[in-house]
T-cell receptor, first 114, second 114 residues
Framework: DAGITQSPRHKVTETGTPVTLRCHQT?????MYWYRQDPGHGLRLIHY???????DKGEVSDGYSVSRSKTEDFLLTLESATSSQTSVYFC?????????????FGEGSRLTVL | GDSVTQMEGPVTLSEEAFLTINCTYT??????LFWYVQYPGEGLQLLLK?????DKGSNKGFEATYRKETTSFHLEKGSVQVSDSAVYFC?????????????FGTGTSLTVIP
């Protein structure tokens, strides 16, 4: 199994509070991603990173920011959480240099915003 | 832009029945195609993949063939088991894109009953 750890795995917070989710990898993969999974929408890309300090927006980036100061860590921050951000968040990693750049996923972080 | 459309679920089958989950794609380039599976409470994991037209991906009795002429990558299994109950996601990725972005379908939930 790919070494990907997400924390926290579960979090309940209130509207307007800041939240940071952490993704930590031990695979030294270049690419890291944050997705959210919602019923009827599948997985939607929030932000991704293609190297330290190199990040870009995905299709649902509004209300989210990311940072990657080290290869192994990719942080997702909700500056002021809203109920529409209640979701399951998945981190994924890949190394495009190997075969097809397959994605490896973490186990997910379930966030509830009240 | 690139996208994936897969058949709506949920799908309920009896054990040993034949499974087909349809997936079609839209892409401007020459993407790689994937099927990912998500078991309850877990992250997604790669089931099979195909990197070019006419390739057949296979794993654990599942198969899918990359059909460029019909832009399809349908998932099939000849005899499903209860343990195959999960959500299945079709996905594509074009490695020529800077971010190695993946595009996922909305997922198809499969329940296999004894």
């Amino acid at each position: 199994d790919a070494g990907i750890t997400q924390s926290p795995r579960h979090k309940v917070t209130e509207t307007g509070t800041p939240v940071t989710l952490r993704c930590h990898q031990t695979e030294n993969h270049r690419y890291m991603y944050w997705y959210r999974q919602d019923p009827g929408h599948g997985l939607r890309l929030i932000h991704y990173s293609y190297g330290v300090k190199d990040t870009d927006k995905g299709e649902v980036s509004d209300g989210y920011s990311v940072s990657r100061s080290k290869t192994e860590d990719f942080l997702l921050t909700l500056e002021s959480a809203t109920s529409s951000q209640t979701s399951v968040y998945f981190c994924a990693i890949s190394e495009r240099a190997t075969n097809t750049g397959e994605l490896f996923f973490g186990e997910g972080s379930r966030l509830t915003v009240l | 832009g690139d996208s994936v459309t897969q058949m709506e679920g949920p799908v309920t089958l009896s054990e040993e029945a034949f499974l087909t989950i349809n997936c079609t794609y839209t892409a401007t380039g020459y993407p790689s195609l994937f099927w990912y599976v998500q078991y309850p409470g877990e992250g997604l994991q790669l089931l099979l993949k195909a990197t070019k037209a006419d390739d057949k991906g296979s794993n654990k009795g599942f198969e899918a063939t990359y059909r460029k002429e019909t832009t399809s990558f349908h998932l099939e299994k000849g005899s499903v088991q209860v343990s195959d109950s999960a959500v299945y996601f079709c996905a594509l990725s074009d490695l020529r894109n800077t971010g190695n972005q993946f595009y996922f379908g909305t997922g198809t939930s499969l329940t296999v009953i004894p």
